[in-house]
Structures are given as structure tokens and as C-alpha cells.
């Protein structure tokens, strides 16, 4: 079963404005990665915060968890056409076999002009 | 510096055909996984393997193989292929004591 899901499923925006993506999941974790995935390509790695951390930025980018609810968001401030894309949470359990990811079912994100 | 390399990125097969997926990465990464995409699904790891010659399974691991004869590659094969393996794979690697995963650009089966 998916360790993360994201709400909302899709969003859509006006250049310009935020947009913020929530996650949620089911057990204790080490860290949460976001990833962005545009259209017919693979995953990029935008930001990881872990489990002892509250709040992480880069760039235009800002990562929240709060452990105690199990959930993350992502926002991302004065968004641009170019961020248009799907956005991917994946909780990190480090085990035997390196940091173990499990992923969400992702946000697509349209931003408009 | 290529990153993650798939081969192929396209691929049609018919049902009961074998094939083999090839993941190269030139990172010197301990870590390597194969992940399937499918619509509604997000990624489901299939495989991984935590260094040469070794593997491990994942979420997904039925109908499929693995193999890491060498570090810089990681071979996923379906050796008698079903319609529901029509899927998007994707291969990754990382670094043992960073968490961070890179991705390749994916490979597109349909099995008919």
C-alpha cells in the first residue's frame, strides 16, 4: 500500500501565485523527499527534510513536517509556467538496503500564464 | 557525466516474451531500484540491491528478475511478459549515506 498521499490530486494556478501540495503518511519515518516529474520524463529530487527537522527552504521552495500528524507540504511561492509538472512525496525508512522510499500518488500542478 | 542511463526507453512486447531492462549509472552509487509507474499509482518499487551482487525484493517484485554482476549496472527482466506489466519503469540510484535518489529518464513497455 502507498506510504504517501498527496492532496490535492491536481491543482491549478495563475502564474504568480503559491501553490501549495500536502502529504500524508502511514508509519514512523526518517526523512520525506519531494520530487518533481515532468510530463514523459523522470523524477527530480527538489528538497529532503528529515525526521528531526520542522521546516526546510530552497529557493522558492518550502518543505514543512510535522511528525506528530504525519504530514508534509510543499509550497512553492510566485510560481511560474515552467513549474508545471506532477510533484511526488516519498517517505524515507533507512534500513539494510539503503534509504528505502515509498511514494505517493503525486499533485499535478498546472500553472497558467 | 551521464547520470542514470535506461535502455531501452521504448519496448512492445507480446504477452509470454522475455526481456531484459538495462540501468547503467557512472555516480560509483551502492545503491540501485527499479520502480514501475502506472497511472493513480505514484512509483512501487519492484527490486533493489544495496551493492554488487546483491539483490533484494521490493513491493512489486513478482514476475520479474534482477541481477548486479557489476556495480554501475542494474538489469530488471521479465522473462514471460503479461499485459499488467505495461507499465513506465524507472531505475534509480543513490549513495550510501545520502538519501537523495537519482532517477533516469524511464522506460515505456506495453505488452500486447
Known amino acids: 500500500s502507498q506510504q504517501g498521499e498527496e492532496d490535492p490530486q491536481a491543482l491549478s494556478i495563475q502564474e504568480g501565485e503559491n501553490a501549495t501540495m500536502n502529504c500524508s503518511y502511514k508509519?514512523?519515518?526518517?526523512?520525506l523527499q519531494w520530487y518533481r516529474q515532468n510530463s514523459g520524463r523522470g523524477l527530480v529530487h527538489l528538497i529532503l527534510?528529515?525526521?528531526?527537522?520542522r521546516e526546510k527552504h530552497s529557493g522558492r521552495l518550502r518543505v514543512t513536517l510535522d511528525t506528530s500528524k504525519k504530514s508534509s507540504s510543499l509550497l512553492i511561492t510566485a510560481s511560474r509556467a515552467a513549474d508545471t509538472a506532477s510533484y511526488f512525496c516519498?517517505?524515507?525508512?533507512?534500513?539494510?538496503?539503503?534509504?528505502?522510499?515509498?511514494f505517493g500518488t503525486g499533485t499535478q500542478l498546472k500553472v497558467e500564464l | 557525466n551521464a547520470g542514470v542511463t535506461q535502455t531501452p526507453k521504448f519496448r512492445v512486447l507480446k504477452t509470454g516474451q522475455s526481456m531484459t531492462l538495462l540501468c547503467a549509472q557512472d555516480?560509483?552509487?551502492?545503491?540501485m531500484y527499479w520502480y514501475r509507474q502506472d497511472p493513480g499509482m505514484g512509483l512501487r518499487l519492484i527490486h533493489y540491491?544495496?551493492?554488487?551482487?546483491?539483490?533484494a525484493k521490493g513491493e512489486v517484485p513478482d514476475g520479474y528478475n534482477v541481477s548486479r554482476l557489476k556495480k554501475q549496472n542494474f538489469l530488471l527482466g521479465l522473462e514471460s511478459a503479461a499485459p499488467s506489466q505495461t507499465s513506465v519503469y524507472f531505475c534509480?540510484?543513490?549513495?550510501?549515506?545520502?538519501?537523495?535518489?537519482?532517477f533516469g529518464q524511464g522506460t515505456r513497455l506495453t505488452v500486447v
Open positions: 508509519t514512523s519515518i526518517n526523512n
Open positions: 534509480a540510484s543513490s549513495y550510501w549515506g545520502q538519501d537523495e535518489a537519482f
Open positions: 555516480m560509483n552509487h551502492e545503491y
Open positions: 516519498a517517505t524515507g525508512i533507512l534500513t539494510g538496503g539503503g534509504n528505502k522510499l515509498t
Open positions: 540491491s544495496v551493492g554488487e551482487g546483491t539483490t
Open positions: 527534510i528529515r525526521s528531526n527537522e
